[in-house]
Structure formats: structure tokens, C-alpha cells
């Protein structure tokens, strides 16, 4: 079975430019999340998708980044305009539903953004 | 409010040691889950275990070993023999109803070096 996918591995843009990434989730999973991870601390949740409906999205950085699951199976996230704070791995993970806690979330190699 | 924390931020170890990285957690909620996931170099999230708050049995799974106790809020996972494939960063998260839906939390994990 194939795993969570994350595009581009690996970016590096100025200050105030932008940059999209994008996650396709394992095949039938109906949540979708995006972490930021900052080097030396853990996963930070900016927003999760129960199909294509928003679930939680308080700890996203409203005023430079959005997301969108459009059709309820891939995802992308931008930051526009991008901040040199903003530099972190950009990390989609899935789990099977949401509902009930305790679904594992299965993670892709994430996305590595360096603001310069 | 719910809150993971991991108070080794580093551990270095010779090969063959035993090594225990230690997870204390805090939760309101009555039914919650723990988990334990390992970030090697390359950058993705492997999950490792799941335990939830009703099952306070410690689990084996070859050199890796946990153990619960929700008396002490603590779920540390212990590696016997260590090996150099081991090194990686180990991160304890938590999941729970919490207020406003299901979400897990991640500690700010554990880098573990074993050298040979």
C-alpha cells in the first residue's frame, strides 16, 4: 500500500515570496493533516481535513497561509508571503477517520523549507 | 489542557546498552491514547505503538518494550541492546477529546545517538 506522498522534498525561496506544496493521502483515508515541524521541536498541527470540511485549523497562520482539500483526497498548502520564521518541515500526515480518538496519523517524508 | 512532555532532549548510548526514553503526559479526558513514533535522518515519522488509557499492559515488540502507568502519567519506551540503527529522534504524542474535537499533541522528542 502505497504511503502518504509529499511534493516538492526539499525547497528554498527569498523572503516574501511564495511556495505551494502538496500531499496525496493513503488511499482511503478521510482525514488529512498538515504539521509544521521547526528543527529541534516536535510536529505542531496548523490544520486538519475531515474530507474536504476544515476541522481544525486554530493554529494556522491565517494572514499567509491557506490549504484546501478541494475534492476531499489530495491537499495543498501554501504561504504567501513567506517569512524567514516560516522555515521548518512542512509535514502531511492521514489516519482513517476521524470520530473517535486514538487513529494512528501515518506521516510522508515531508516537505523542507528554507526561507532565506 | 492537554500536554506531552519528553525531558531528555538527548541520549547517547554505546551499542548493546539498554536505553529508556521517558514520557510523561497530562490529559482531562478519561478515554485517550499514546503513541510513540521515530524520526530517523531522512525526515518521516514512523509510527511505532499505540496504547490507549484503558490498557495498562506493557507491550514487547522484539528489542522495543513500553510501559504505561496512569498513575504516574508516564508511557516510557525502552530499547534493549540498542543498535546503531536505532539513532533517530523518538517523539511520544497524545490523543484526546480534549474541547473542539479529537487531536493528538506531539513532545518535543528525544534525539537518541548510539554509537559503536
Known amino acids: 500500500e502505497a504511503g502518504v506522498a509529499q511534493s516538492p522534498r526539499y525547497k528554498i525561496i527569498e523572503k516574501r515570496q511564495s511556495v505551494a506544496f502538496w500531499c496525496n493521502p493513503i488511499?482511503?483515508?478521510?482525514?488529512l493533516y498538515w504539521y509544521q515541524q521547526i528543527l529541534g521541536q516536535g510536529p505542531k498541527l496548523l490544520i486538519q481535513f475531515q474530507n474536504n470540511g476544515v476541522v481544525d485549523d486554530s493554529q494556522l497562520p491565517k494572514d499567509r497561509f491557506s490549504a484546501e482539500r478541494l475534492k476531499g483526497v489530495d491537499s495543498t498548502l501554501k504561504i504567501q508571503p513567506a517569512k524567514l520564521e516560516d522555515s521548518a518541515v512542512y509535514l502531511c500526515?492521514?489516519?482513517?477517520?476521524?470520530?473517535?480518538?486514538?487513529?494512528?496519523?501515518?506521516f510522508g517524508e515531508g516537505s523542507w523549507l528554507t526561507v532565506v | 489542557a492537554q500536554k506531552v512532555t519528553q525531558a531528555q532532549t538527548e541520549i547517547s548510548v554505546v551499542e548493546k546498552e539498554d536505553v529508556t526514553l521517558d514520557c510523561v503526559y497530562e490529559t482531562r479526558d478519561t478515554t485517550y491514547y499514546l503513541f510513540w513514533y521515530k524520526q530517523p535522518p531522512s525526515g518521516e515519522l514512523v509510527f511505532l505503538i499505540r496504547r490507549n488509557s484503558f490498557d495498562e499492559q506493557n507491550e514487547i515488540s522484539g528489542r522495543y518494550s513500553w510501559n504505561f502507568q496512569k498513575s504516574t502519567s508516564s508511557f516510557n519506551f525502552t530499547i534493549t541492546a540498542s543498535q546503531v540503527v536505532d539513532s533517530a529522534v523518538y517523539f511520544c504524542a497524545l490523543s484526546g477529546t480534549n474541547t473542539g474535537g479529537f487531536k493528538t499533541i506531539f513532545g518535543a522528542g528525544t534525539r537518541l545517538f548510539v554509537k559503536a
Open positions: 500526515a492521514s489516519s482513517l477517520f476521524q470520530g473517535a480518538s486514538g487513529n494512528t496519523i501515518y
Open positions: 488511499s482511503g483515508h478521510a482525514t
